[in-house]
């Protein structure tokens, strides 16, 4: 059981570069989200998902684009990548969304645009 | 709209004291998660706190909520260095506050 899992640790980009951050889970948890960390900041809700097929936008989406096709994956895409993106990602999942259970939060992601 | 702050955002303490971490949030929330974070690393649940009243302890870690108050408290008794980490609050799964970065010192 590996739990949330994510690729790849660490990236750069130059501004303008497409990229997806991927995430992955294998507890059959339909609720999946996705922050970004910056300092000062706490956790900031980019999109999250209810399950295969739905997708809802969270605080800042903008830049950001989600799709969940199986119960499994949560793939995050980066359009068009400013230095404003750059920070740590998580991916985080649970049973569901209303559900009292804790979330499960993958290693993050590091991401830093030039 | 929800929101949630902590404070203190920085905390530096010395060994063996007592402190206590609050939570403020906005609006009604049935759900209140504590989690802490080593540096560069991810987060890790510490507490589920579901109901007024509830209090949770783990070693010397104990929370609390007051869901008329919109409050949730971290207490953290006689401190020992391996608690320094930054620990968050977060309201339902949705949104967090901007953490409180906890030092102790020996």
């Known amino acids: 059981n590996a739990g949330v899992t994510q690729t790849p640790k660490f990236q750069v980009l130059k501004t303008g570069q497409s990229m997806t951050l991927q995430c992955a889970q294998d507890?059959?948890?339909?609720?999946m989200s996705w922050y970004r960390q910056d300092p000062g900041m706490g956790l900031r809700l980019i999109h999250y998902s209810v399950g295969a097929g739905i997708t809802d936008q969270g605080e800042v989406p903008n830049g950001y684009n989600v799709s969940r096709s199986t119960t499994e994956d949560f793939p995050l895409r980066l359009l068009s990548a400013a230095p404003s993106q750059t920070s740590v990602y998580f991916c985080?999942?649970?049973?569901?969304?209303?559900?009292?259970?804790?979330?499960?939060f993958g290693p993050g992601t590091r991401l830093l645009v030039l | 709209e929800l929101k949630v702050e902590q404070n203190p955002l920085f905390l530096s303490m010395q060994e063996g004291k007592n402190y206590t971490i609050y939570c403020n949030y906005s609006?009604?929330?049935?759900?209140l998660y504590w989690y802490r974070q080593d540096p560069g690393k991810s987060l890790e649940s510490l507490f589920v706190l579901l109901s007024n009243g509830a209090v949770k302890q783990e070693g010397r870690l104990m929370a609390s909520l007051d869901t008329k108050a919109r409050l949730s408290t971290l207490h953290i008794t006689a401190a020992v260095h391996d608690l320094s980490a930054t620990y968050f609050c977060?309201?339902?799964?949705?949104?967090f506050g901007q953490g409180t970065r906890l030092t102790i010192n020996p």
């Open positions: 609006t009604t929330s049935d759900r």
């Open positions: 985080a999942s649970s049973y569901s969304l209303l559900g009292q259970e804790t979330q499960y």
């Open positions: 507890m059959n948890h339909e609720y």
């Open positions: 977060g309201a339902q799964k949705l949104v």
